[in-house]
């Protein structure tokens, strides 16, 4: 039998975002331009999230740090999003919280940032991260292809993936409003039965 995954008991134990930017020792900067450099690309998202925030009795928790460079460049879009949808956000600094980042692993690796959504009663309703589905797909291909984290090379190799990651990032905003896309397919599964449904592991 499934019971589903609450944490409630997490709810107040992180920071505001505003609270995590101040407390940024890096890429505050860089942060910020991504923050500011984000734009709506359709009234049909904009609307979307204005419609699916407090009245769905829904609130978020983003497990994340600043050293990580896909947090530099995702963190911003979410914090937009939910901002937009007017959902109760908190920071969960990952390593305050590892007990809460290992449930949500990804390829046993600790990749961040995850965004949590959960309702009024702390029921995990769905997460988002660490990347968006096209760029994760150029890691999730470099895992396949190289299995093995002794081998010689490797780290090399891994380098090299992760600038074609950053890459990809680096061209544009694109990539901001494919998050957009994601997170919206993610609440819209959700918001309008968030009471009832709900992300299940087993006891």
Not at 103 to 115: D, S, T, V, Y
Not at 122 to 145: H, K, S, T
Request: hydrophobic share 35%.
């Amino acid at each position: 039998m499934q019971a589903k995954l609450n944490l409630k008991h997490k709810k107040g134990t992180g920071i505001s975002p505003q609270a995590f930017n101040d407390g940024m020792t890096k890429n505050q900067e860089e942060f910020k331009s991504w923050y500011e450099r984000f734009t709506w690309e359709g009234k049909e998202e904009a609307a979307f999230f204005a419609d699916h925030g407090l009245e769905k009795g829904i609130y978020c928790q983003i497990l994340c740090t600043d050293w990580c460079p896909d947090v530099i460049w995702n963190l911003p879009v979410l914090l937009r999003v939910l901002e937009r949808a007017s959902i109760p956000t908190e920071i969960l600094p990952m390593e305050e919280h590892l007990e809460t980042m290992d449930l949500f692993l990804i390829n046993g690796g600790r990749n961040q940032p995850i965004a949590i959504f959960l309702n009024a009663d702390g029921d995990v309703l769905g997460r988002w991260g660490a990347r968006p589905q096209y760029i994760q797909a150029v890691m999730d291909e470099f895992r396949r292809q190289n299995p093995d984290r002794e081998a010689p090379g490797y780290q090399e190799k891994v380098s090299m993936a992760r600038k074609e990651i950053a890459k990809i990032y680096n061209a544009g905003t694109e990539y901001q409003n494919v998050v957009v896309q994601e997170v919206h397919r993610l609440i819209a599964s959700f918001a309008d039965r968030s009471e009832n449904h709900a992300i299940t592991r087993r006891p």
